[in-house]
């Protein structure tokens, strides 16, 4: 099981992990916290990205540099829209098989190795006990 504590602090919001990360939660008029959508965001990502770079080193396709930005619109003023995940990659100089590889490797990580992605396309829900 996967748990997060959320909790207001003095100077706002925060989420901390049971290994002790946290990450400050704020609205978009705090410019240092993320919004929970950020957050959202963030999440899709992370679970992509971190799949797919040992996934494409262990092919021994190390890529340059590997990032990505993930992008969706609210479509209601509380619902987002389809979330976009646009990769911005710099292949390995004379590997010739370098994109190749980590496109398979991206495609397959999104359709089945990442959790949120999946759980996002499949839909879930989420009930509240207060």
Known sequence: MSTVRVERTDDGFRAVNGRGGEIT??????????TPVELLLAAVGGCNIVSVEPLTAKR?????RLAMDVDAEKVERNLLGPVTVTYDVEQPAGDERAEEIFKAVAHRVHERACTVSRTLAEGTSVTVDA
Do not use: M
């Open 25 to 34: 939660i704020g609205d978009s008029t705090d410019e240092a916290a993320f």
């Open 60 to 64: 021994g396709h190390r890529l340059v």
